[in-house]
């Protein structure tokens, strides 16, 4: 398979397997000095819309390693891929990269959205190195369990009224679009990645007690289950706190925050914000990342 060919999603998923061993598009960087976590969540990264920040996680996936890696749901957009395919080589990178860690050792743990819910068919089994599952029980590094799970079961919304949440994703795909136009504005003017979508769901406060409730019901529902906390996506907002004596982390996404949660080796917990790291960095081209 060439670097810009598309997935085969009507071949065998087993078939994901020797993708690995196809030619990246974007060549992985030779990092001097990767840095090295004991397990790393990311979600909601939504391959297949043009809202994917594909080069910004690429660059993440290229300056991280880890023991773990959770792919923790909405990898893939399948609602948008019915409706129009679009597949460009960058997302075929970021595919390649996950299953290279994969094959270098990396245990792999993908659980599945609603967005990519034609997956959690083959819950319970492994394809290339990686894990299907519909959730898991992950165990720090200073003994804390923590139940990982994608979020939607918990999406009233979801729940009662899908064909709303198919309309509310329409909406969102808009605000994606704006998002993407906005950003390239940015470029050209030599500025960095901007999530106007992030910035309109903190201004808006049906959105922030949305945000707040979906939090308390997905941490009381790990308390019932006897575990210390709870990790999980979704509704795209990094976040950390404690809820009545259980932990509760979001790992955020790769369409507006662009960020991922990470756990040190000693246990500690801590949230990633990309763009604010590519911006950081010495003579960064900021531009170049955010395409």
């Known amino acids: 398979m060439d670097a810009v060919a598309t997935l085969p999603f009507d071949a065998d998923i087993a078939d994901f397997a020797d ?30 819309t043009r809202g994917c920040n594909a080069h910004m996680l690429i660059d993440f996936l290229d300056h991280v390693d880890s023991d773990t890696l959770y792919l923790v749901g909405d990898i893939i957009d399948g609602w948008r891929l019915k409706k129009k395919f679009y597949w460009p080589p960058a997302h075929n990178d970021v595919v390649w990269r996950i299953l290279k860690r994969a094959k270098r050792g990396t245990r792999i743990v993908y659980i599945p959205g609603n967005h990519d819910e034609m997956f959690r ?11 299907i599952r519909r959730k898991a029980i992950h165990t720090t590094a200073d003994g804390r369990r923590l139940l990982v799970l994608h979020g939607d079961e918990f999406d009233a919304v979801m729940l009662a009224h899908r064909w709303l949440a198919h309309v509310g994703d329409f909406l969102y795909e808009m605000l994606m679009r704006s998002n993407h136009l906005v950003n390239v504005v940015r470029r050209r003017l030599n500025l960095p990645y901007w999530s106007l979508s992030k910035h309109a769901k903190h201004k808006v406060k049906n959105a922030v007690e949305f945000i707040g409730r979906f939090e308390e019901v997905v941490a009381k529902a790990a308390g019932a289950r006897g575990v210390d906390g709870v990790v999980c996506g979704h509704i795209h907002t990094a976040e950390f706190r404690d809820i009545d004596g259980v932990e509760y982390y979001n790992d955020g996404d790769w369409v507006e925050g662009c960020t991922a949660l990470v756990e040190h080796f000693d246990g500690r917990m801590e949230v990633l914000h990309w763009a604010d790291e590519i911006a950081a960095r010495p003579g960064a081209d900021v531009t170049a990342i955010a395409a």
């Open 19 to 48: 993708f690995a061993r196809s030619r990246p598009s974007i060549p992985e960087r030779a990092v001097t000095k990767r840095r090295r976590y004991r397990t790393i969540w990311i979600s909601d990264i939504h391959l297949g």
């Open 121 to 131: 068919q083959f819950s319970g089994l492994h394809f290339g190195g990686v894990e």
